[in-house]
């Protein structure tokens, strides 16, 4: 099997292509024990996530090689959707950072997320969190409908740019939960509040 001729021959963007290939020539026993792994996983049933095999073996081995970096594999990293539930043309790969074309920028997410997101910057999502009267600002968010979402998605983003070093994202979603989806998370520890905020907003937003 001519690895690196697989991974050229593919449809992912340059920069993914890049991120595979260096991570299967950094360790490629590894690499291949993954790809493996992944391979047989998504011959499960209801899996549908064959076109990520490839990407899922850098991640797993990266992630062995690198603990400081650890992505959900199947989950969205914004709403934390299980991917693996969905048809694979709903995953995306998504740039954190609008433009950043760096692999640690690089996440994946469901398109609902992704569509909603676009461009906006963490700065943008943070400012929201600071002071939800900034989501008149925003450019992309024309109706009521869409500022309120804003500001319920806002958390899902803030919560990986500002870190546990800034828990303030963790008070804006026990905030919200008990505001907008009449949920009490004041008595739950923090470690599980956002865990808790995800299905709420999965719920309201894309469970209908």
Same mark, same amino acid.
Request: with cysteine.
């Given at each position: 099997m001519n690895i690196k001729r697989i991974i050229q021959s593919t449809e992912y963007p340059e920069y993914i292509k890049e991120y595979i290939l260096k991570t299967y020539e950094e360790n490629p026993d590894l690499f291949l024990m993954e790809l493996r792994k992944a391979e047989n996983s998504s011959k499960r049933p209801g899996m549908g996530n064959k076109k990520y095999n490839l990407w899922i /073996?850098?991640? *797993?081995?990266?992630? +062995? @090689?690198?603990?400081? &970096?650890?992505?959900?594999?199947?989950?969205?990293?914004?709403?934390?959707?299980?991917?693996?539930?969905?048809p694979a043309e709903n995953v995306r790969f998504e740039h954190f950072i609008p433009k950043m074309h760096?692999?640690?920028?690089?996440?994946?997410?469901?398109?609902?997320?992704?569509?909603?997101?676009?461009?906006?910057?963490p700065e943008d999502f943070e400012s929201i969190i600071i002071d939800e009267e900034n989501v008149k600002k925003d450019k992309y /968010?024309?109706? *009521?409908?869409?500022? +309120? @979402?804003?500001?319920? &998605?806002?958390p899902l983003v803030a919560c990986h740019s500002m870190g546990n070093?800034?828990?303030?994202?963790?008070?804006?979603?026990?905030?919200i939960a008990s505001r907008n989806y009449g949920v009490d998370l004041s008595n739950v520890h923090p470690r599980q509040v956002r865990w808790r905020y995800y299905e709420l907003f999965r719920k309201k937003w894309y469970q209908k």
């Amino acid at each position: 099997m001519n690895i690196k001729r697989i991974i050229q021959s593919t449809e992912y963007p340059e920069y993914i292509k890049e991120y595979i290939l260096k991570t299967y020539e950094e360790n490629p026993d590894l690499f291949l024990m993954e790809l493996r792994k992944a391979e047989n996983s998504s011959k499960r049933p209801g899996m549908g996530n064959k076109k990520y095999n490839l990407w899922i /073996a850098a991640n *797993n081995a990266y992630i +062995k @090689k690198e603990a400081k &970096f650890k992505p959900g594999l199947f989950e969205c990293y914004y709403c934390r959707m299980d991917l693996s539930t969905i048809p694979a043309e709903n995953v995306r790969f998504e740039h954190f950072i609008p433009k950043m074309h760096v692999t640690a920028n690089i996440v994946q997410a469901c398109k609902w997320c992704d569509k909603f997101k676009r461009d906006r910057t963490p700065e943008d999502f943070e400012s929201i969190i600071i002071d939800e009267e900034n989501v008149k600002k925003d450019k992309y /968010a024309k109706t *009521n409908v869409e500022r +309120k @979402k804003l500001i319920e &998605f806002a958390p899902l983003v803030a919560c990986h740019s500002m870190g546990n070093s800034n828990p303030i994202w963790i008070d804006k979603m026990i905030e919200i939960a008990s505001r907008n989806y009449g949920v009490d998370l004041s008595n739950v520890h923090p470690r599980q509040v956002r865990w808790r905020y995800y299905e709420l907003f999965r719920k309201k937003w894309y469970q209908k």
